[in-house]
Nanobody, 125 residues
Framework: QVQLVESGGGLVQAGGSLRLACAVS????????MGWFRQAPGNEREFVAA????????YYTDSVKGRFTISRDNAKNTVYLQMNSLKPEDTAVYYC??????????????????WGQGTQVTVSS
C-alpha cells in the first residue's frame, strides 16, 4: 500500500513562506518521480513542481519559478516544497504525487500513480 501524506499547510500573509512536506510509505522514494500540484476552488488541479527520482532534475510551472523549491530526501522518504514570497494566487489545496514512469517532467495529473490527500495553503493579502 503506497501512501503519501502532506503536511505543512496553513495560513500565511502575502510575502511569507511555508514549507510543505510529503511523507511517502510503501515504496522506495528513489523509484518514483515526485510532483506537487495544487487546486483552487472551481479550478482544475494544476501542476506546480516536479523532481526526478535522483533529485538531479527539477521542473516548475512558470508562476512559481524563483519562489518555490522542490527537494527530496530519499533517505527519509520525504519530498518538500519550500514556498517563498507567497502570493494570494498561490492559495489552493496542495497535493503531492508520485510517478512511477520513466519520463520527466510529467505535468499531467493522469501521469501520476499515487496521490496524497492534500494540505490547504491560504495566502492572505
Amino acid at each position: 500500500q503506497v501512501q503519501l501524506v502532506e503536511s505543512g499547510g496553513g495560513l500565511v500573509q502575502a510575502g511569507g513562506s511555508l514549507r510543505l512536506a510529503c511523507a511517502v510509505s510503501g515504496r522506495t522514494l528513489s523509484s518514483v518521480h515526485m510532483g506537487w500540484f495544487r487546486q483552487a476552488p472551481g479550478n482544475e488541479r494544476e501542476f506546480v513542481a516536479a523532481i526526478s527520482k535522483s533529485g538531479g532534475r527539477t521542473y516548475y510551472t512558470d508562476s512559481v519559478k524563483g519562489r518555490f523549491t522542490i527537494s527530496r530526501d530519499n533517505a527519509k522518504n520525504t519530498v518538500y516544497l519550500q514556498m517563498n514570497s507567497l502570493k494570494p494566487e498561490d492559495t489552493a489545496v496542495y497535493y503531492c504525487a508520485a510517478d512511477r514512469g520513466t519520463g520527466f517532467p510529467v505535468v499531467r495529473t493522469r501521469g501520476y500513480n499515487y496521490w496524497g490527500q492534500g494540505t490547504q495553503v491560504t495566502v492572505s493579502s
